[in-house]
């Protein structure tokens, strides 16, 4: 059974930072793209920034780029997101996803409030 859990999520005031992480289960994970969304009340859910396999090429939503950073562990099969510089604008659910050939699996989500 593939399985994704977030952690990390919580409150902090503007310009702080969090670190987010996904640990991954039941599915080789280095051979997968592993990809971080949001999703803001009353809004739809957006992609953060995403991960390759092999390369471990990245990329980013414009929204988040230079203050956000995807990482992953192979070893460990988990992936990271490290924000910085965090805006009120980024409060969301954050969720780690891994499409899996036609199945898509999604974490349960963490909160992150960004607010003084």
């Known amino acids: 059974q593939q399985h994704i859990v977030e952690s990390g999520g919580g409150l902090v005031q503007p310009g702080g930072s969090l670190r987010l992480s996904c640990a991954a289960s039941?599915?080789?994970?280095?051979?997968?793209?592993m990809s971080w969304y949001r999703q803001a009340p009353g809004k739809e859910r957006e992609l953060v920034a995403t991960?390759?396999?092999?390369?471990?090429?990245?990329n980013y939503a414009d929204s988040v780029k230079g203050r956000f950073t995807i990482s992953r562990d192979n070893v460990k099969n988990t992936v990271s997101l490290q924000m910085n510089s965090l805006k009120p604008e980024d409060t969301a659910v954050y969720y780690c996803?891994?499409?899996?050939?036609?199945?898509?699996?999604w974490g349960q989500g963490t909160q992150v409030t960004v607010s003084s």
């Open positions: 039941g599915f080789t994970f280095s051979t997968y793209r």
């Open positions: 996803y891994v499409r899996l050939g036609v199945v898509d699996v």
């Open positions: 991960i390759a396999s092999a390369s471990g090429s990245k």
